[in-house]
């Protein structure tokens, strides 16, 4: 399957082409509903993961965030 690209002036000639993709017999979608579909089996998908607590996200967050720094040290 391939995919094209195509920018419009306007909601008339936008229109035009998805009239002339139905009648070509063509799937037709806007980026902006790929994209609303993409997010919508991504948020599907992670119904299925466990749930994790808040505490361990922060800590985890914290781990990364302070990884690989020196430690503090005040030598006034």
Not at 21 to 28: H, I, N, P, S
Not at 40 to 59: C, D, F, W, Y
Request: avoid cysteine; charge should be negative.
């Amino acid at each position: 399957m391939e995919t094209i690209i195509i920018q419009t002036k306007d909601k008339a000639e936008l229109k035009f082409y998805k009239e002339l993709a139905e009648r070509l017999g063509t799937k037709f979608t806007t980026l902006e509903d790929f994209q609303d579909e993409q997010l919508l089996s991504r948020m599907l998908e992670n119904l299925n993961t466990p749930l994790v607590e808040k505490e361990n996200i922060i800590n985890q967050l914290h781990n990364i965030l302070n990884e690989g720094q020196a430690p503090y040290t005040n030598e006034d």
